[in-house]
């Protein structure tokens, strides 16, 4: 049989009319000498136009090298070189660009094509080959497919000879066509038509004395048409008339005009009537998506219009086609790229699939950093290697992103390394603690100038602190995290703190004077550190510790602030937070009915201020009163004392005492 007939793919259809190097005229050998005038005039003007063409391409190159991430720049530079007809350097180019940038249909056609009508041979064919393989990665693209279908069918020698080998492969091409595009509504009926039509070419290659292998191979192409008619596509009463017709061809009694399914089998025809009314039900859908005249804001919306549709019908192999068939028409839109990978998350859970899908997401959008820590988790999730997942984490670093983004990089690095490392399976392959000091080393280094005195920097030492403590079991470490915080913050000079540390029943009371941030770190210090910590001569005991701790707001700013975090959740702590108001005990009530000189003209007024607490901000007269009185900074109240009373000498005479005596004080106890 002749090659056309084996090759049903190649046609005008699937050529697309275009020229492997445009730019490269035919030369014509036989020109006369009469046409020597208009050569030369022609000959001049192709200087001029090589000069001009000269010149661009060093100012594209100069930008290339000032900016290597500007993508139309890249499109540029191509172009000039494509007219230029610079093999090499255009290689160079294209492969430059891919490195940063994923690759349009368009763009792999044209670089396949391009080599393909410069190389000849079986190296030339294997990478060729390989440049269609990485374009139908990239983006679904019907004619890409094509394409590739027509350039294995046609190059490689194996198919073209039929031989068991080439028809095996160019079966599994063209299988991964249809299970990559097969669902596609608008245009997947020509890789079904070209799938049908190399098993028909197969057909009219086998012997005709070969009644069993003629057999099997006519119940292949029956079972292509019956999967085809069970696919809602366009022209599906097209593809019945062709069914009916071939089947008439195999002497079946069928009447082939009739657009009815008469003759037809039960199951056949129930999946057509099927397929056919899921047809019916997307066709306003496809040509919403389809118009020209709309902006692409509208395009966008009606794309997850026609989404939405596919998802509350339950079938995830179409939602699937329909993704990547938006982000074929929108490759930088990073709500699409979100939208898509967290319904993979949630319904798909196939590990290589989901992979890949963030590959090409943070190819298309590198600026987003959910994206990246998506894509680090996914990795995770799929048992990949330590080597690619670190690769990955190394190339989110090179992007642009936003400081808490940077920061959430860099902690769920941290996590999937804790993870691992804490999996006894894992741990067998290698990976130490050293790793997550390292992560959390390099994030403070490049981080702390930027988070100075902010939640990102507490959170990020407050982790490691927690980790050297528990999972590497270091105090010491864990110390010296928490020293380095203090001093990454110059916290020394910004706590103020007045040393006026009170111990009774057991509890702890530090009054200092700081912004809120400080009051969060003294208490995730808690939360994470250990008994005896002491830091710059500020002493803290914690072998006995409740938790409670009196804090002086240097505004009422911060202390509203403060006061707004009650029962909110610390580092996997709850917080209780409340405005000092130590109600009359009685007691202390008592106590100040006797030592007044008319206790009954003042029990009323007593009785009254006994239920609250007056703490008049930049006034020397403070009131604290009540069984809490305990609770009161030294350099108010003395413990126990009514400012109404007299001042003995005693009280006169104790004074602050020092970062020495405290600790002292702390050692007898």
């Not at 009954?600 to 006034?619: C, F, I, K, L, M």
């Amino acid at each position: 049989m002749d090659e056309e007939a084996l090759n049903p793919l190649t046609s005008e259809e699937g050529n697309n009319g275009d020229q492997p190097m445009p730019d490269l005229p035919d030369q014509d050998l036989s020109s006369s000498d009469s046409d020597s005038d208009s050569d030369s005039d022609s000959g001049s003007e192709d200087g001029d136009d090589q000069a001009h063409q000269n010149l661009q391409l060093q100012t594209l190159e100069a930008e290339l090298s000032a900016n290597p991430g500007n993508y139309d720049t890249h499109v540029q530079y191509i172009k000039i070189l494509r007219q230029m007809a610079d093999i090499e350097k255009l290689r160079q180019a294209r492969e430059a660009m891919n490195q940063l940038f994923p690759l349009t249909p368009s763009m792999w056609q044209d670089w396949a094509k391009d080599e393909a009508s410069l190389s000849t041979g079986s190296d030339a064919f294997w990478a060729i080959e390989k440049l269609y393989e990485r374009g139908v990665f990239e983006y679904l693209s019907i004619s890409l497919w094509r394409d590739y279908l027509d350039f294995v069918k046609e190059n490689d020698p194996s198919v073209r000879e039929c031989s068991p080998a080439g028809i095996s492969k160019a079966r599994d091409l063209f299988e991964r066509a249809l299970t990559a595009a097969g669902l596609h509504v608008s245009e997947g009926n020509k890789l079904w038509e070209a799938y049908r039509s190399f098993e028909q070419a197969i057909f009219h290659t086998i012997d005709e004395k070969d009644n069993q292998a003629r057999e099997k191979q006519i119940q292949r192409v029956r079972s292509l048409f019956h999967r085809q008619l069970s696919v809602p596509h366009v022209n599906m009463r097209s593809t019945l008339l062709d069914y009916k017709a071939w089947e008439v061809e195999r002497g079946n009694i069928l009447d082939a005009g009739s657009s009815d399914l008469d003759g037809i089998s039960f199951q056949v025809a129930s999946a057509y009537k099927k397929a056919l009314e899921m047809y019916d039900g997307r066709d306003h859908l496809e040509e919403q998506i389809c118009l020209q005249d709309m902006s692409d804001s509208e395009r966008l919306q009606n794309f997850m219009n026609y989404l939405r549709f596919e998802q509350s019908s339950g079938d995830p192999a179409r939602v699937q086609t329909l993704y990547e068939r938006a982000i074929t028409a929108f490759p930088i839109s990073s709500y699409l790229w979100l939208d898509y990978t967290r319904y993979l998350d949630k319904t798909l859970k196939v590990g290589n699939v989901i992979t890949n899908v963030y590959s090409r997401a943070v190819m298309n959008c590198p600026c987003v950093g959910e994206l990246w820590v998506q894509y680090m988790l996914s990795l995770e999730r799929g048992h990949a290697s330590e080597k690619e997942i670190a690769s990955v984490f190394e190339k989110s670093l090179l992007c642009t992103l936003t400081l808490d983004e940077y920061l959430d990089l860099y902690l769920t690095r941290v996590d999937g390394l804790r993870r691992r490392i804490s999996c006894a399976v894992e741990a067998e392959h290698g990976l130490e603690y050293s790793l997550i000091r390292e992560t959390f080393q390099n994030a403070s280094d490049y981080l702390s100038a930027y988070l100075k005195n902010t939640d990102g920097l507490l959170r990020l030492h407050a982790y490691w602190a927690r980790l050297e403590l528990n999972l590497h079991k270091d105090q010491l470490a864990a110390r010296g995290v928490w020293e380095t915080l203090l001093k990454l913050c110059n916290l020394l000079c910004q706590l103020r703190v007045n040393l006026s540390v009170l111990v009774h029943k057991s509890e702890v009371i530090i009054h200092v004077s700081i912004p809120f941030f400080c009051i969060k770190w003294l208490t995730s210090l808690y939360f994470v550190s250990h008994p005896g910590l002491e830091s710059s001569g500020f002493i803290f005991s914690f072998e006995l510790v409740k938790g409670l701790a009196y804090v002086d707001f240097s505004d009422d700013a911060h202390l509203v602030a403060a006061v707004a975090k009650n029962k909110q959740m610390l580092l996997g702590k709850k917080l209780s937070i409340a405005r000092s108001d130590p109600k009359h005990g009685k007691k202390e009530h008592a106590r100040g009915a006797e030592s007044n000189d008319s206790a009954e003209a003042s029990n009323a007024p007593r009785a009254r201020q006994g239920q609250q607490s007056t703490y008049n901000r930049g006034s020397d007269n403070v009131q604290l009163k009540g069984r809490n009185t305990f609770a009161t900074p030294r350099n108010i109240l003395a413990l126990g004392r009514s400012t109404n009373k007299p001042t003995t000498e005693k009280q006169d005479d104790e004074k602050p005492k020092s970062n020495d005596e405290f600790r002292n004080m702390f050692l007898k106890g």
